[in-house]
């Protein structure tokens, strides 16, 4: 399958401080990229919808001042969480996907990124 | 009604024996069904997707799909304790369920 890699795997940050994670597909064109945080024991939750060159979609009850998402390629998104505070702490993953044959998408899902905030 | 319900677990399954897992949704129209794999930690690894009715065999996986009953189901045969995970059954791109932990005992 396709590969997604994420960077940091991991990130431990002092509260107030911001926090970027990027998110690239590594060998095939990301017509779009999803950002999810997962809380323990819960399942995906759905953060926002990225295209390249265009704003992301939020999902409803998410910050967009808050995480800030830029897609600058067909191979990176990049998420910022900004003024980080303890309720932050997450494990936040990315996917892509790409068309296949049918016009069906399928998503690659990334190792995710756990963050902590002190 | 959520859009994507699961069965809920946990299941625990003897080794070798079939893990049954199953999912109903919402949405008519959606046209692609995917199962994902997630370990303690990690993020979902895609396993199965399937898009037609019928039965759509990977190995050891089966899903199948009922677009009529809006059903779709995954179906594990001879269990290892590999496959203790918790599956995840997705619904066009964003729509997930809450996952079905599985623990297949040695």
């Known amino acids: 399958g396709a590969v997604v890699s994420q960077h940091p795997s991991w990130v431990i940050c002092k509260s107030g401080t911001s926090v970027k994670i990027e998110c690239r597909s590594l060998d095939f064109q990301a017509t779009t990229m999803f950002w999810y945080r997962q809380f323990p024991k819960q399942s995906l939750m759905l953060m926002a919808t990225?295209?390249?060159?265009?704003?992301?979609?939020?999902e409803q009850g998410v910050e967009k001042d808050k995480f800030l998402i830029n897609h600058a390629s067909l191979t990176l998104s990049t998420l910022t969480v900004t003024s980080a505070h303890p309720e932050d702490s997450s494990f936040y993953i990315c996917?892509?996907?790409?068309?296949?044959?049918?016009?069906?998408?399928?998503?690659?899902f990334g190792p995710g990124t756990r963050l902590l905030v002190l | 009604q959520k859009e994507v319900e699961q069965n809920s677990g946990p299941l625990s399954v003897p080794e070798g024996a079939i893990a049954s897992l199953n999912c109903t949704y919402s949405d008519r129209v959606s046209q692609s069904f995917f199962w994902y794999r997630q370990y303690s930690g990690k993020s979902p690894e895609l396993i199965m997707s399937?898009?037609?009715?019928g039965d759509k065999e990977d190995g050891r996986f089966t899903a199948q799909l009922n677009k009529a009953s809006q059903y779709v189901s995954l179906l594990i045969r001879d269990s290892q304790p590999s496959d203790s995970a918790t599956y995840l059954c997705a619904v066009s791109r964003l729509s997930f369920g809450a996952g079905t932990t599985v623990t297949v005992r040695a």
């Open positions: 990225s295209n390249e060159g265009s704003k992301a979609t939020y």
């Open positions: 399937i898009y037609s009715n």
């Open positions: 996917s892509a996907s790409t068309p296949v044959s049918g016009g069906i998408e399928t998503q690659y």
